[in-house]
């Protein structure tokens, strides 16, 4: 970024243009120190193109093709096969024969190329994020990347030390196959099918099933909340900066607004519903799955949905504002959601 240093120092007496000039490099270096320095981390992720790899057969020997496959890609192919777009009563011959028959997998398969003939920044995002895992925990296992398409059955799985991305639920909003499949996948889920969701989802998984899974006893939506608030606040200190919460959370800007606008009294309407410490899962989860608004509350269906969740990150984010000497490993340890919302002294206002 360049500054017009005449225009900003007009009028400025020399020590006050001193001063000001301080105070840009104060913030901008504490702003570049907030994350810790990964640099001495080798770490370089690949992924490896299964969709690439499975259309190259198309033309070529089936049983060959399903030979090859299977020896490289080992585990992933046998899920892919049996689970993703099979099922355990198929071989690995059938379902390619049933694909590449398929005018509809060619489509997609086109697309998917088209939007990604390479996966080069996906990579790098996923590096720096991994390294920053890492960082915070040393023993963590960094999966082998695959990269599939599923006839969107799955945006993002998980196997015996690999996960995969399927690209065909990463292809942007206005690809022309969501629209087709409204009925099976609505337009509030695949607006959200753009390639800058990539990394978050891939982190939010692999927080949530390889790092911190969700404890059985955590049945409270107190519990809930706090659960989600760290995993959010999780992925806040391993991806960019410039990640936006929305993509984060996956809202739109309108709902974030409303969230930021309305917090004290989304807050006090669970507090005067007694909600934190209720159990029962059909009066919860209204406020913990995602939807196109939250049913009840706001005008015109304007709310954001999952307010539970994004409570739980506010709770967390004050907690850890309050606490400053608590590391990220002692908040994700932590296991009493009662004591971090007590020490979060967390009070919004309400708007009136």
């Known amino acids: 970024m360049r500054y017009n240093v005449k225009h900003l120092s007009k009028g400025m007496p020399s020590a006050q243009i001193y001063l000001f000039f301080l105070c840009v490099v104060l913030i901008f270096s504490c702003k570049q120190d907030k994350k810790p320095d990964i640099s001495n981390i080798k770490l370089d992720i690949k992924i490896q193109r299964f969709d690439q790899d499975l259309y190259?057969?198309?033309?070529?020997?089936?049983?060959?093709t399903d030979n090859l496959l299977k020896q490289k890609y080992g585990f992933f192919y046998d899920d892919f096969i049996h689970r993703m777009v099979g099922n355990p009563n198929l071989t690995g011959k059938d379902v390619l024969m049933g694909l590449y028959k398929d005018q509809a997998y060619t489509d997609l398969n086109n697309e998917v190329d088209s939007v990604y003939p390479n996966l080069n920044s996906v990579e790098k995002d996923l590096t720096q994020s991994f390294k920053y895992i890492k960082y915070y925990y040393p023993k963590a296992k960094v999966p082998h990347f695959i990269s599939h398409l599923s006839g969107f059955a799955y945006q993002i799985t998980t196997?015996?030390?690999?996960?995969?991305?399927?690209?065909?639920m990463f292809l942007g909003r206005d690809s022309k196959f969501y629209g087709a499949i409204v009925q099976s996948i609505p337009m509030y889920?695949?607006?959200?099918?753009e390639p800058q969701y990539i990394v978050p989802r891939v982190s939010e998984v692999y927080a949530r099933e390889e790092l911190f899974p969700e404890r059985d006893e955590d049945q409270t939506l107190l519990a809930k909340m706090i659960y989600n608030g760290k995993i959010l606040y999780f992925m806040d200190q391993i991806l960019p900066e410039t990640t936006a919460d929305t993509v984060k959370i996956g809202y739109t800007g309108k709902q974030l607004a409303w969230c930021k606008n309305y917090e004290g009294n989304i807050w006090g309407f669970f507090l005067e519903n007694d909600l934190l410490y209720q159990s029962d899962n059909q009066k919860i989860q209204t406020f913990l799955t995602d939807g196109p608004f939250t049913p009840g509350l706001g005008e015109k269906r304007s709310s954001a949905p999952k307010l539970g969740v994004w409570l739980g990150w506010q709770i967390v984010r004050k907690y850890m504002t309050e606490n400053p000497t608590i590391t990220l490993q002692q908040l994700m340890a932590e296991t009493d959601a009662q004591k971090i919302l007590t020490k979060a002294k967390y009070k919004p206002k309400e708007t009136q």
């Open 56 to 64: 190259r057969g198309k033309n070529k020997d089936v049983q060959q």
């Open 159 to 168: 196997g015996d030390d690999y996960m995969s991305i399927g690209l065909d």
């Open 189 to 193: 889920q695949s607006r959200r099918f």
